[in-house]
Every structure is written in structure tokens, then in C-alpha cells.
């Protein structure tokens, strides 16, 4: 039934539920990230600015007296601060004072090497003095703080975000669960057992929503198929009743005929006068020995239609000879020959009455077949083989073969070719359920080359008799 | 003289055919027919009773219809063939659905057939019977 590999809703869920997450939170986080620096790197900037102005303020006085320590010390000051990754101050009179941040954090006084990398933020302003520059101070800011808070910041708020994601997944998780997945769960368990024929479990859900709406959807299905089933099984019981009917007919119509004649010889008697004792009695003794006949039909027939309820160990050859007691006068009638080949010898353990109902639909479908096509010698031919485990029973006739298409369907209820007078369509579809539900075999239908269709069945060797 | 010695009187001169394929029923009929006819042979199937009708000339056939090798229908035609004159009639059961129109013959009879239906079926058909027994007689004569 399963092509794919199966694989559930919640191992889906879950999977997804997982990406989603991670997407989400990675995507909240980046955003977050880039707004933040941006309003960070604008903020520092503006610090910069300001530290920039003050320090040309600051250092107005020692350049004017280029007073070299001072200048030195103001620096020293600026660089505590560790945004800031050096500092050049030049004045008049070639002085020069650098100041830079080495890789282990401490402050070298070295001008700047050609191979310097470009500071994040660089600031240049000048001294000045009277309007008269004097001097100029320029400031190198890293990027580091900078980074690191960025990076703790990222950290702290993806945190927060995979933590609520995952507190709604779960949420999320847990609702699909009890509206959806649970109760999809219990649909299918019933949908499982129904699919194996059992048709008394229900989905109990009570829900106001689509899964409440198929679950009763499904409740109405099964109540469903159980009337159409048991609708079937009655329309069957009545089709056979009829066939019996006809079959009752056709065994009876002979004792009648001669008790009708019997009856009509004593008249006869009567009328001529002729009390010839001996004549007579011979007469009503015919007459009673066919009234046995009659009785012994009602009792085959009355055996034949009262389902067993325990299964016996039987001998197949022994059910499809019982079965020629009820129908075999119909085939006689039609002067349809009998062929049997019994090759089957092991006792089986079936409900034979079931078994008998199977073979009687068959031989009537072929019998009716014979007629109807208005086949020269019909034959029908019924052989019995075994192996280890089967046994195999087919039933053969030399009509007409049947077109493919409806070879296909002629096990489907309520599909017949004949007219509503004469077909139910329901005979194979029953035999079909007996066979595969009640005796755990299997029947298939097919043509023969020469003409005719064959229908062969398989029957396990149920041996056990304890089941 | 009541209806049924009038008849064995007038029609003891017809011989009869009867073909029926059940031996039981055969037997039975057989009392019957030998109550009310002079002559009557049996046969037990078409084939059977064709055989007979060659050999000797009937002036009346009762016969059944279903029957193995030939049945009534066939064996009737060939008879109709062979001789216009004899007297026909079918005694067969009823339930086989069968339209008298399509079938030769003179009268047709369901079973179980009653003694009484069977003498008023006669009755109308005994001038035919008579004229084809006085007809084989004349033939048989020189």
C-alpha cells in the first residue's frame, strides 16, 4: 500500500519545527545586530568628537610653551582610555609626540610605522591659538570595544529569542498534538481495524472543528458499510432462497409426475371397474416411495441451508459430491455432463456448508452459462489435486470465454451480465467473501484455451482442530 | 359406456408412440397409456423414439421435451417431415418457459397431467388420430 518509506506527521513536525527555529532566531539576530551597530558606531563617533574637541582645548597651552611633558601626560591620560588605539600630536618646531596601544595592551611612544592598519575612526583637528594653528592632535580609535560589545549583545539577545522560540514551539508542539496528532492517531487505529474487516471499533472524538467533522464523518462510513454489508448478506440469503426454490423444482419434478400418474392409474381403475387388489397395491407403493424422494429433498436442501457454526474436518471430493445431491438434477435436466477428476485426499478443516454454498454458485453461473450460449455437449469439470499445504479445487466448463474487462469485475457486488430477472450479482461476490474471509483461501477466475472459463480455488490445509 | 371406454373403443385401432427419458415416470405413464390405448410403444429419448417412427407407422406421439441426444423439439420436426398426418402432443413440465407457438405439434399438456385433461384433450384430436390409423392400415393392407 505504501510506496514511500513512512515516516510521521510528528517526526515531520518536529524536523520542521526545528529549522524553523533556528532560521528565525539566526535571522531576528542578525537584524538586531546590524541596527545595533549602527547606533553604536554613531554613538561612538559622537564620543570621539567630542573627546577630539577637548583634547585641542587641553593642549593649547603646552604647545604654545611646547612644554613636551605635559603634552606627554595629557596623552598618557587619553590613552587610559581604551577605545583609543594611539594618538599623534604634532607642534611647531618638528615635535612630534605618538602614542599607540601594542597587540599585549601597553602604550609605546612610536611614531607610525608605515604598515599601519586604518584605525575604525580616525579624528584630526587642529590647535589653535589666537586663530593661529599651533599645532594639530589626531586620535585613532579601534574597533574592539566596539566588537566585543556587539558580540555580547548578539549572544545575550539570540539567546533570548532560541529561548522563546522554542518555549512557542513546544506550545506549538503540544496544541498540534492534542487537536490534531492524537486525534489522527485514533482515527487511523480505526481506520486500520476496518481495513481488516472489523467494523466494530468508532473513533470517539468530540471536537467542533475538521478533525471532530471526520471523525464523525468516518463514524457515518463504517455505520455505512455495515448496512450495506448486512443488506448484502440478506439479498444474497434471498437469492439463494430463490435458487433453492428452483432447484427444489427441478428435483420434485419428477416424483410428481409419477404419483400425478399413480393417481391417475386408480382412478382409471375406478372408472374400468378393475379391483385387481394386486394392481393397487403396487400403485400406492410407487406413489409412497416417491413421497421419499420428496421428504429426502426438503432434508438435503434444509441441511445445505443451515450455516454451520463450528467447522468440520471434511473431505473436499465429499462437500462437491453433496452438492451434485442438490443441483445435480438441474444440470441432468439441461443435459449437462459431469466430469470428476479427484485427486485430493487429505481432510480439511472448513465450515463445509459455506464451502457448499461457493460450488453451488459456481455451477449455477456455469450451468446458466452452458444454456444460455446454447453450448454443444456441455461439460462441466470439476477436479480436486493437493500439495503440502493446499488443497486445489477447480470447476471448468466448456462454453464460452469471458472478455477481459469483465473477467475483471465478475467478483464485484451487484455486477452482473445477465438481466435483473436471473442475477443478482451478488453469487461470486459472496463466494469471493466466504472463500478469502471464512475459509482463509483464495478464488480466481479464468479462461481456458479451448474455450470455457475455469474457476480455481485454494484452500489451506487447516488441519488444526483445536482453533 | 362412460367418456373412457368410449375412447379405448374408438381410438383401439391407433398405435401409439411415447418418449419420455425418465424410467420412473416412463414406467408409470406407461400403465397409463396401456389402460386407455390398444398399442403403445415407449422410447427413452429422441433419438430413440425416431427410430421407432421409421419402423412403424404412428398415428399418434406423446412425448416429453427435454431429453438427452435428441430432444422433443428436433424429434418432433423430423416427424412433422416425415409424416403431416400424425398426431402430436407434448407432456412436459412446466417450469421450462416454453412458447407452444414455436413448437410442432397438436396439443400440449403441463405435467403432472390430470386423467380428465387428458381424455377432454384428446377428444377434439380423435377424428385425426382415426383418419391417420385408418390411412396406415390401408398402406399396411396390400
Known amino acids: 500500500m505504501h510506496t514511500l518509506t513512512y515516516s510521521s506527521i510528528r517526526v515531520k513536525i518536529i524536523f520542521l519545527l526545528f529549522i524553523g527555529t533556528a532560521s528565525i532566531s539566526s535571522l531576528f539576530s542578525y537584524y538586531n545586530h546590524s541596527v545595533k551597530k549602527a547606533y553604536m558606531t554613531h554613538e561612538l563617533e559622537k564620543d570621539v568628537d567630542r573627546k577630539i574637541t577637548r583634547l585641542s582645548q587641553n593642549l593649547v597651552i603646552p604647545l604654545w610653551e611646547i612644554d613636551t611633558q605635559w603634552i606627554d601626560m595629557i596623552a598618557d591620560t587619553e590613552m587610559l582610555d581604551e577605545v583609543v588605539s594611539a594618538m599623534i600630536i604634532t607642534g611647531e618646531d618638528n615635535l612630534k609626540i605618538c602614542k599607540k596601544r601594542s597587540t599585549n595592551e601597553e602604550i609605546i611612544n612610536l611614531c607610525a610605522s608605515e604598515k599601519e592598519e586604518t584605525p575604525f575612526i580616525s579624528r584630526s583637528l587642529k590647535v589653535l591659538h589666537d586663530d593661529k594653528e599651533i599645532g594639530t592632535v589626531t586620535v585613532h580609535i579601534s574597533d574592539h570595544q566596539l566588537n566585543n560589545a556587539l558580540f555580547e549583545n548578539f549572544i545575550s539577545n539570540f539567546a533570548i529569542t532560541l529561548l522563546i522560540i522554542i518555549f512557542l514551539s513546544i506550545a506549538l508542539y503540544l496544541a498540534l498534538n492534542i487537536y490534531i496528532l492524537n486525534p489522527l492517531k485514533k482515527i487511523l487505529d480505526v481506520v486500520q481495524s476496518a481495513t481488516n474487516n472489523d467494523y466494530t471499533q468508532k473513533v470517539d472524538i468530540r471536537q467542533n472543528d475538521e478533525i471532530g467533522e471526520l471523525a464523525h464523518g468516518f463514524n457515518t462510513m463504517i455505520n455505512s458499510i455495515l448496512d450495506k454489508e448486512e443488506m448484502l448478506i440478506s439479498q444474497s440469503r434471498q437469492a439463494a432462497m430463490g435458487e433453492m426454490i428452483s432447484m427444489i423444482a427441478h428435483q420434485w419434478r419428477q416424483p410428481i409426475t409419477v404419483i400425478a400418474m399413480g393417481a391417475n392409474n386408480l382412478l382409471i381403475n375406478v372408472e374400468l371397474e378393475n379391483s385387481d387388489s394386486e394392481t393397487i397395491t403396487n400403485t400406492a407403493n410407487k406413489i409412497l416411495e416417491q413421497t421419499v424422494h420428496l421428504s429426502k429433498t426438503i432434508d438435503d436442501f434444509r441441511n445445505f441451508f443451515s450455516p454451520n457454526k463450528h467447522k468440520e474436518l471434511v473431505l473436499v471430493n465429499d462437500v462437491i459430491e453433496e452438492n451434485f445431491e442438490v443441483i445435480g438434477k438441474s444440470l441432468e435436466n439441461n443435459n449437462i455432463a459431469l466430469k470428476k477428476e479427484y485427486n485430493s485426499a487429505t481432510p480439511i478443516f472448513i465450515y463445509s456448508r459455506e464451502l457448499m454454498q461457493v460450488f453451488i454458485n459456481i455451477l449455477k453461473n456455469a450451468k446458466e452459462a452452458l444454456v444460455e450460449n446454447k453450448i454443444k455437449n456441455p461439460t462441466i469439470t470439476v477436479s480436486t489435486k493437493e500439495d503440502v499445504n493446499n488443497v486445489y479445487i477447480s470447476i471448468c466448463n466448456n462454453g464460452t470465454t469471458i472478455p477481459g474487462d469483465i473477467l475483471l469485475k465478475i467478483f464485484d457486488p451487484y455486477f452482473t451480465t445477465k438481466d435483473e430477472k436471473n442475477g443478482t450479482g451478488l453469487g461470486l461476490y459472496m463466494s469471493k467473501t466466504i472463500v478469502e474471509k471464512h475459509l482463509h483461501g483464495s478464488i480466481n477466475a479464468e479462461n481456458q484455451k479451448n474455450g470455457g472459463v475455469c474457476f480455481n480455488i485454494t484452500l489451506p490445509k487447516e488441519t488444526d482442530t483445536n482453533e | ?142
Open chain 2, 1 to 142: 359406456m362412460n367418456k373412457l371406454q368410449q375412447l379405448q373403443n374408438d381410438l383401439a385401432t391407433a398405435r401409439v408412440l411415447y418418449v419420455e427419458d425418465e424410467e420412473e415416470v416412463r414406467i408409470m405413464t406407461l400403465t397409463f397409456f396401456n389402460n386407455i390405448f390398444t398399442h403403445v410403444d415407449s422410447a427413452a429419448n429422441g433419438e430413440e423414439g425416431l427410430e421407432l417412427f421409421k419402423k412403424k407407422p404412428y398415428a399418434l406421439v406423446i412425448t416429453d421435451l427435454n431429453m438427452p441426444k435428441i430432444d422433443g423439439r428436433e424429434m418432433l420436426k423430423q416427424i412433422r417431415e416425415l409424416d403431416k398426418d400424425t398426431v402430436l402432443i407434448i407432456m412436459t413440465a412446466s417450469d421450462s418457459n416454453i412458447d407452444a407457438s414455436e413448437i410442432v405439434c397438436d396439443a400440449y399438456m403441463n405435467k403432472p397431467v390430470r386423467f380428465l385433461e387428458f381424455i377432454e384433450t384428446l377428444e377434439p384430436l380423435k377424428e385425426k388420430i382415426l383418419r391417420k390409423a385408418a390411412k396406415s392400415e390401408t398402406k399396411e393392407l396390400p
